[in-house]
């Protein structure tokens, strides 16, 4: 599809166990960001990848979290030991210049429940 | 500390009314802004942005306004549908030092259009 990807829409796991999100972003696009949205709340920053450059993980509330992105394309965003309080939905969003301003593309999210 | 606050949670208008919604920031490097509106269960669309070196943008029944000096904007509908019920997020672009651009996201407000 030409939009941006996740998988899996839904993911109910138990506390301590780890989770793998994955976010396939629009093709070209150099900029992806990771957003968690826990109940009630805004959208959190979570983390931003900006082409072939460092990262900025200024977001991740814990060393529990980390996030890859492959070749400049699929990022996994990975959840180590869950907690109940990482419950949320996990939304994506791609750009396509991450050296200028431009629209946000996001994926719907993946669910996360932990029990 | 959060650097976009929409300190107003909820907002009920009636169909045919004016919708607006409020958004303030702290970060005077913040260069562009932008609205996008999201439905339960689905990711945020973008609706519409502005640049820092404008004080108006229109598209169609949706009108952004920002007053750098106060470091707020706002989203002005009109007139709403019951159609735009949804959350309503603000978000600002942050250039950073190297010019990366981080987008930080507002706490959202609900917007209800009643019939």
């Known amino acids: 599809g030409a939009g941006v990807s996740q998988s899996p829409s839904n993911k109910v796991t138990e506390k301590g166990k780890d989770v793998e999100l994955r976010c396939d972003p629009i093709?070209?696009?150099?900029?992806l960001y990771w957003y968690r949205q826990s109940l009630g709340q805004g959208l959190e920053f979570l983390i931003y990848f900006q082409g072939n450059s460092a990262p900025d993980k200024s977001g991740l509330p814990s060393d529990r979290f980390s996030a890859e992105r492959t070749g400049g394309s699929v990022s996994t965003l990975t959840i180590q030991r869950t907690q109940q309080e990482d419950s949320a939905v996990y939304l994506c969003?791609?750009?396509?210049?991450?050296?200028?301003?431009?629209?946000?593309?996001f994926g719907e999210g993946s669910r996360l429940t932990v029990l | 500390d959060q650097q976009v606050k929409q300190n107003s949670p909820s907002l009920s208008v009636q169909e045919g009314r004016i919708s607006i919604l409020n958004c303030d920031y702290t970060?005077?490097?913040?260069?562009?802004f932008l609205w996008y509106k999201k439905y339960p269960a689905e990711g945020p669309t973008f609706l519409i942005s502005?640049?820092?070196?404008?004080d108006k943008n229109e598209d169609g029944r949706f009108t952004v306004f920002l007053n750098k000096s106060a470091k707020h904007l706002s989203l002005h509908i009109v007139p709403s549908q019951p159609g735009d019920s949804a959350v309503y997020f603000c978000?600002?672009?942050?250039?950073?030092?190297?010019?990366?651009?981080?987008?930080?996201f507002g706490t959202g407000t609900r917007l209800k259009v009643l019939a």
């Open positions: 502005i640049s820092s070196i404008k």
């Open positions: 970060n005077s490097m913040f260069d562009y």
């Open positions: 978000a600002a672009s942050d250039p950073g030092t190297s010019g990366t651009y981080k987008y930080i």
């Open positions: 969003a791609s750009r396509l210049d991450f050296t200028s301003t431009g629209e946000l593309f």
């Open positions: 093709s070209g696009h150099t900029a």
